[in-house]
């Protein structure tokens, strides 16, 4: 298909009554793309839920199951920070680690960032955070930590970038699955989950108080 | 200030009483008022309908009959806004008269924001005991910023409420050749306004645009409706004894 | 996609007619534009904004070229492929041979108005291939074989009534007696429904609200999740998408983001909004093998430089037609194509052309709502008067009007004349009116009169007032 690549950009040049960019103009655009510069960023603050340690997520975990009446039944992600948490403390809290399967109901996963602008969730695929956990369940469970929340979308591309290459998918959430395309009435659940759960852990205020965690 | 009074086609030929208002309301604010005779229309309805080549020769013709004057003043948004914000458009591929029109464009006003705006007119003497309500003309409000200019003057008038409609900023569906063109829609969108002045229980309904007027008294007076139609500068200006309400008999 | 703009007239008071519609069309109309200027009044910067989400798409389309061949680079770069396609027909192809190299049986779709433009899913469902609509929308509209009617919900037309009957009439394997009187019932079911062929799906096909050059990405936006499972589960992921949807950096993409939902629907930020980029990583437990981009002109480099440049920075939030009397009166189908609104009445004739769909850009007031409310700009009753100069020109309006218009404009340049006949007319009109001050019926005033009275005129024209009460003195 080259040819159709050729005649679309002729087409473009063209239109604009010119020929293809000179070197230089170029490397202009090169180094502004290169520069990534924000755009006006808008000063909002935003409130962000506070919970406990990371102790005592398991309990937080199977108490939210529990008052939705939900199966005890979690699918983790396989990201490695996962691990410091004691699962087995809830025995009753039956956990597996990997991608979302079909008949899957509730997973658990961490997140990049938590974005306070608007309470947005960045998340990103990888070998230890498959994109399907975050879609396939009914219900998804996200664990925050206090140091990952940033102001701004803009702090969070900062962070990507220092982090490495793009992954294959970013997915910013906002809120659970929702749909409006029945007489605007907004219904929760149309495809993604029906639910999506927030837990903030924020254990800087025991640390600095010297107990531990 | 000499300032000149651009009538409007709709005003010359429906209801000059509006002309007479907007000219009492000017000598009152102060203002040496002419009415060049070399006016007839803006150039509205070709500039609308794609015809730029007889759009450009009317816009001349009033720019040869008003460049002079400091300040030229329209009881209508939609004439208003043709000439401040589309003359330049019009001209913008014709170097000989762009810059007229530019020079022109910043002095020419509707009516009801030049009192407010230019003249500093706070309050009217008028008197008008009727409970109103009020439609935004769409080129008065989005071209020309008239908003609340009206509303300052109406709040002044002796024994006028105002009910606000919610829709008032809504499109009253007549947009010149429109109402012809696509009967059906235009009335949809008028049936919708007159929904929603009757659902105010206003027994007045005022406007600064002659073409939205006609249409929402046509369709008012076709269903029967005691509203009273009238162009707000004939309330302003005390007028409306030598008047009746649009679309009734002396 | 089959046009019918022609038949704007007809569609339109079919449209009229349609209590349905009617039903729906009136909770439109309080819905968005309320939600909408809630979500402004939230953010102090948003007029700031719409400046410079303007100048970021200007920018892009000023050097596209060098921004489309920086996409490419990138998409290469990460482990995708680029399809460039000039038309429809190419578009098509290039998305039915991928297909074909999976030998896919079964595709899922996401919301794609450029896969309703070139008619993708007729051409492939013709080559053996099921295609599956998964927002709820489209998928309601798919099983009762209607186009969409809306930019972002494309069911705005039905009322819940009727999508319970599609619903029973196609889901024939579930318990007739079942209740499908709510929404969240009707949702239930399509979602019950749809799992399973989100999860046999061979290839996954999007749009893109956003392409960002500088990392090689595509940005979908939904509020759904369908998108994300359409392009997530199966083997293959296909962008389908255009040329202006381009940006240069994920910042610009931010900052029009900020926009879009806003404008939309009134949320701040989509429930899931994903920068997709390349296949699966190594490593990776799940993700597509491949991702394609088809990328397609169709009439939009040819836009570039001329008088509709400024309709390609349109990032399809639909808030122009959430906000149009005409749209909210007649509802989307009366357009006749993909687009509807006062940016379909823009776009169409410069996709189709003006002889098809000429009664587009004429169906306005300008009331200028649709430019007051438009995320980045765009001067639409500016853009709907250029295709009425280019109609002129052509000599596609009727005779008698351009007749008309011709007469009006030959006397007002006489005036003189002018004077003498309005004082005629008026004096006319006025005596035949002075009894009840109105007519119901007048020659030649048809259209006026069908559905409303004519006012008669006061009896003499302002200039012989005038003229007379000043006698002689300051007239000029």
């Known amino acids: 298909m080259s040819e159709a690549r050729e005649q679309i950009l002729a087409g473009i040049r063209r239109s604009l009554k010119r020929g293809r960019l000179d070197a230089a103009r170029e490397t202009e655009l090169r180094d502004r793309v290169a520069a990534h510069r924000r755009n006006l960023v808008p000063a909002r603050a935003a409130a962000v839920a506070r919970v406990n340690s990371p102790a005592a997520v398991p309990e937080a975990v199977a108490r939210y199951l529990a008052a939705e009446n939900l199966p005890a039944d979690l699918v983790l992600a396989p990201d490695l920070s996962l691990d410091d948490i004691l699962w087995d403390a809830r025995p009753l809290l039956r956990t597996r680690r990997g991608r979302a399967e079909a008949g899957d109901t509730v997973s658990l996963t961490r997140c990049f960032v938590a974005i306070a602008e608007t309470g947005t969730l960045m998340l990103i695929s990888g070998a230890e955070t498959p994109t399907t956990l975050n879609f396939l369940p009914d219900t998804h469970i996200v664990l925050v930590y206090a140091d990952q929340v940033v102001a701004t979308y803009e702090d969070g591309w900062d962070r990507l970038r220092t982090d490495g290459g793009m992954p294959r998918a970013i997915n910013f959430i906002t809120g659970p699955s929702r749909t409006g395309d029945i007489e605007q009435r907004i219904e929760l659940g149309a495809h993604g989950p029906r639910r999506l759960h927030i837990i903030l852990v924020d254990d800087r205020q025991k640390a600095t108080d010297g107990e531990s965690k | ?250 | ?476």
């Open chain 3, 1 to 476: 996609m089959l046009a019918t703009s022609r038949a704007f007239e007809a569609n339109a008071r079919a449209g009229l007619a349609n209590d349905n519609l009617q039903r729906a069309l009136a909770l439109m109309r309080t819905g968005f534009p309320q939600r909408r200027r809630l979500a402004v009044e939230r953010l102090p910067e948003f007029e700031v904004l719409r400046e410079i989400a303007k100048s970021i798409k200007d920018h892009t389309l000023e050097h596209l070229d060098f921004y489309l061949e920086l996409f490419e680079e990138n998409v290469l770069a990460s482990g995708g492929q680029v399809h460039w396609a000039r038309s429809p027909d190419e578009a098509c192809a290039a998305v039915l041979a991928i297909c074909r190299s999976v030998d896919a049986r079964i595709v899922t779709k996401g919301k794609s108005m450029i896969a309703e433009e070139v008619g993708l899913n007729e051409r492939l469902e013709k080559n053996g291939i099921t295609t599956v609509e998964t927002d709820l929308g489209e998928y309601i509209i798919q099983l009762r074989h209607e186009p969409p009617s809306h930019l972002i919900a494309p069911a705005i037309h039905l009322m819940k009534e009727q999508v319970a009957e599609t619903f029973r009439a196609e889901h024939l394997a579930l318990d007739p007696e079942r209740s499908l009187a709510e929404a969240r019932q009707l949702c239930d079911e399509a979602r019950a429904v749809l799992r399973p062929r989100f999860l046999a799906a061979d290839v996954g096909i999007t749009g893109a609200n956003f392409l960002v050059a500088s990392t090689g990405s595509s940005i979908i936006v939904t509020n759904e999740g369908n998108g994300d499972l359409t392009q997530t589960l199966p083997r293959v992921h296909i962008v389908m998408t255009s040329l202006e949807k381009l940006v240069p950096t994920l910042e610009d993409a931010t900052t029009l983001l900020r926009l879009l939902a806003r404008s939309a629907t009134g949320q701040e930020f989509s429930s899931y909004t994903t920068v997709s980029t390349g296949p699966r990583r190594p490593g990776d437990l799940d993700g597509p093998e491949q991702y394609h981009v088809v990328l397609l002109d169709n009439g939009r480099s040819a836009l570039l430089g001329g008088e509709f440049q400024d309709m390609l920075r349109c990032i399809r939030c639909s808030a122009c037609m959430n906000h149009c009397p005409v749209y909210a009166a007649i509802g989307g189908h009366a357009y006749g194509w993909v687009y509807s609104g006062p940016m379909g009445a823009v776009l169409t004739p410069s996709l189709i052309g003006v002889a098809e769909a000429g009664h587009l850009p004429n169906a306005s007031t300008f009331c200028g709502q649709c430019e007051s409310v438009c995320p980045v700009k765009i001067p639409l009753p500016k853009m709907m008067r250029h295709w009425r100069e280019r109609e002129f020109a052509e000599k596609l309006n009727p005779p008698v009007y351009r007749a008309g218009l011709s007469l009006w404009a030959w006397v007002a340049k006489r005036p003189a004349l002018y004077h003498a006949l309005v004082e005629l007319a008026s004096r006319a009109l006025g005596w035949l009116g002075r009894g009840r001050g109105r007519f119901r019926t007048l020659p030649l005033a048809n259209g006026w009169t069908a559905v409303r009275d004519l006012p008669a005129p006061e009896g003499r024209s302002f200039h012989s007032l005038w003229a007379e009460r000043r006698n002689g003195g300051t007239v000029k």
């Open chain 2, 1 to 250: 200030m000499r300032v000149a009074l651009f009538v409007t086609c709709l005003v010359d030929f429906f209801r000059p009483t509006i002309g007479f208002a907007a000219v009492k309301l000017l000598e009152e604010a102060g203002c040496t008022l002419e009415v060049p005779r070399a006016q007839t229309c803006c150039g509205q309805p070709a500039y609308n309908s794609g015809d730029r080549a007889d759009a450009k020769a009317i816009a001349v013709q009033v720019l040869d009959g008003f460049e002079g004057y400091d300040h030229v003043v329209v009881p209508s948004g939609s004439c208003a806004g043709m000439i401040r914000v589309h003359y330049p458009e019009l001209f913008a591929d014709d170097p000989a008269v762009l810059p007229r029109a530019e020079r022109f464009a910043p002095r020419i006003w509707e009516l009801v924001s030049f009192l407010v705006d230019i003249c500093g007119m706070q309050t009217v003497d008028a008197r008008w005991d009727h409970r109103v309500t009020y439609h935004d003309a769409c080129s008065g409000l989005r071209e020309l910023g008239v908003k609340d200019q009206p509303r300052r003057l109406l709040a002044s008038v002796g024994g006028l409420t105002l009910k606000e409609l919610p829709g008032a900023e809504i499109c009253c569906g007549f947009g010149g050749t429109f109402c012809v063109k696509y009967p059906d829609i235009s009335d949809k969108m008028v049936s919708d306004k007159e929904a929603e002045i009757v659902g105010s229980g206003a027994e007045a309904v005022l406007a600064g645009d002659l073409g939205c007027l006609l249409n929402i008294a046509g369709k008012l007076h076709r269903h029967g409706r005691r509203i009273e139609v009238r162009h707000i500068a004939e309330v302003l200006a005390g007028m409306t004894e030598e008047v009746p309400p649009i679309g009734l008999p002396r």
